[in-house]
Nanobody
């Protein structure tokens, strides 16, 4: 079992910054991809950003230039640096990990952390 612990959410003013962390721990896994999704009330869950161990990244168009994903492989931790936040960034943010153990592939979700951006 792989545990994901998220932290860093909170309430910020528009234009402010937050840094989310997602730490993976537990059984030995090979992590293929880490990413962040978000879900606002009444909206579909959407990909915000993802990163591979090799450093390849993907971003939603709405966050490009404002949000940066990074990863510390030694700590199995992903970070989401969010700058110039807008009220429309308000959502619950979920860490997502695609991992392998042996020949099996698994998807894990964090508990979610609330990000609220006030106008």
């Amino acid at each position: 079992q792989l545990q994901l612990v998220e932290s860093g959410g909170g309430l910020v003013q528009a234009g402010g910054s937050l840094r989310l962390s997602c730490a993976a721990s537990g059984s030995i896994f090979s992590i293929d991809r880490m990413g962040w999704y978000r879900q606002a009330p009444g909206q579909q869950r959407e990909l915000v950003a993802s990163i591979t161990p090799g450093g390849s990244t993907n971003y939603a168009d709405s966050v490009k230039g404002r949000i940066t994903i990074s990863r510390d492989g030694a700590k199995n931790t992903a970070y989401l640096q969010m700058n110039s936040l807008k009220p429309e960034d308000t959502a619950v943010y979920y860490c997502n990990v695609l991992a392998r153990r042996g020949s099996k592939s698994y998807t894990y979700w964090g508990q979610g952390t609330q990000v609220t951006v006030s106008s």
